[in-house]
């Protein structure tokens, strides 16, 4: 690893990455990857999360580290990557860090976290011809979850019988339970919404609270955690993230548990939320 000079960014794009160029004299060191850019990994099959658009990394995820890295004054480069790589890629030192993912006592072994950027719920997805009506209707099913996903566990625990299959995408997990290889199929609200929009004969039940997302960074960097951190507070806290919240959610407000962690945080206008 090499010390990098961090300095705002301003972009060109690739097909499966988007670089930010290095422009000007504010610095800071910081231990990344490539020096003077922050290198980021993110999943392009979680519509609307984050996707590839036009060649460039898309997203909510993509809008909100885009942001960040503005308010750090790095360069970006972001690297399309099934999701189970993510967190050994950031614990490796190959990324600097990624789009969110679930806090687990396992993952926090292997990586340290930022605070909050989301409060997570799972939503439990079926066919409307084979209806799972609620989570607990798992028990003795098949279901479907994204391989590497901190969901895996969390649907054990609290459906014992439940048996898991992992897919490497959300269109691989979608497809299983379109053709009865699942019966069911367990991921976020944002990815629920989408896949609704996708196949009308699926239906969802509703949300449950499974914890919440964090940026990770490799473990004992502190130096990037501070900035990453800072860079976070800002960004929640002066309206940016309230802007990329409500073109993501068109008619719904931020969750009460993320106002709380960052006070001052903008609300969505009321009459944004309907």
Same mark, same amino acid.
């Given at each position: 690893?090499? %010390?990098?000079?961090?300095?705002?960014?301003?972009?060109?794009?690739?097909?499966?990455? =988007?670089? +930010?160029?290095?422009?000007?004299?504010? %610095?800071?060191? #910081?231990?990344?990857?490539?020096?003077?850019?922050? =290198?980021?990994?993110? @999943?392009?099959?979680?519509?609307?999360?984050?996707?590839?658009?036009?060649?460039?990394?898309? $997203?909510?995820?993509?809008?909100?580290?885009?942001?960040?890295?503005?308010?750090?004054?790095?360069?970006?480069?972001?690297?399309?990557?099934?999701?189970?790589?993510?967190?050994?890629?950031?614990?490796?030192?190959?990324?600097? =860090? +990624?789009?969110?993912? #679930?806090?687990?006592?396992? @993952?926090?072994?292997?990586?340290?976290?930022? =605070?909050?950027?989301?409060?997570?719920?799972?939503?439990?997805? +079926?066919?409307?011809?084979?209806?799972?009506?609620?989570?607990?209707?798992?028990? *003795?099913?098949?279901?479907?979850? %994204?391989? *590497?996903?901190?969901?895996?566990?969390?649907? &054990?625990?609290?459906?014992?019988?439940?048996?898991?299959?992992?897919?490497?995408?959300?269109?691989?997990?979608?497809?299983?339970?379109?053709?009865?290889?699942?019966? *069911?199929?367990?991921?976020?609200? #944002?990815?629920?919404?989408?896949?609704?929009?996708?196949?009308?004969?699926?239906?969802?039940?509703?949300?449950?609270?499974?914890?919440?997302?964090?940026?990770?960074?490799?473990?004992?960097?502190?130096?990037? $955690?501070?900035? #990453?951190?800072?860079?976070?507070?800002?960004?929640?806290?002066?309206? %940016?993230?309230?802007?990329?919240?409500?073109?993501?959610?068109? $008619?719904?407000?931020?969750? +009460?548990?993320?106002?709380?962690?960052?006070?001052?945080?903008? &609300?969505?206008?009321?009459?944004?939320?309907?």
């Amino acid at each position: 690893m090499l %010390t990098g000079t961090v300095l705002s960014a301003c972009g060109s794009t690739s097909a499966t990455t =988007t670089t +930010s160029a290095a422009s000007t004299s504010t %610095t800071l060191q #910081l231990d990344t990857a490539t020096p003077g850019v922050l =290198t980021i990994a993110y @999943r392009s099959d979680d519509k609307p999360a984050s996707y590839i658009s036009n060649n460039q990394a898309a $997203g909510y995820e993509i809008d909100l580290l885009k942001a960040i890295a503005a308010k750090m004054h790095i360069g970006t480069k972001f690297v399309d990557i099934a999701f189970n790589g993510i967190l050994p890629g950031v614990q490796n030192k190959q990324f600097d =860090t +990624s789009i969110g993912v #679930l806090v687990t006592p396992a @993952r926090q072994q292997q990586v340290d976290f930022t =605070t909050p950027t989301d409060y997570v719920f799972g939503q439990l997805i +079926s066919r409307k011809a084979d209806p799972l009506a609620t989570v607990a209707n798992a028990a *003795g099913q098949s279901v479907a979850i %994204t391989a *590497g996903s901190a969901l895996i566990p969390l649907l &054990q625990k609290k459906v014992p019988t439940v048996t898991i299959k992992e897919f490497p995408a959300i269109a691989a997990s979608a497809n299983a339970l379109e053709v009865g290889q699942v019966q *069911g199929l367990f991921t976020g609200p #944002l990815t629920t919404a989408q896949l609704l929009k996708e196949y009308p004969n699926l239906q969802a039940t509703q949300k449950i609270a499974v914890g919440f997302d964090a940026l990770p960074y490799p473990k004992g960097d502190t130096a990037l $955690g501070k900035a #990453l951190d800072s860079a976070l507070k800002t960004v929640m806290s002066n309206g %940016t993230f309230t802007s990329i919240y409500e073109k993501s959610e068109p $008619g719904k407000q931020i969750p +009460s548990e993320l106002l709380a962690q960052y006070p001052g945080m903008p &609300q969505v206008a009321a009459s944004s939320a309907g």
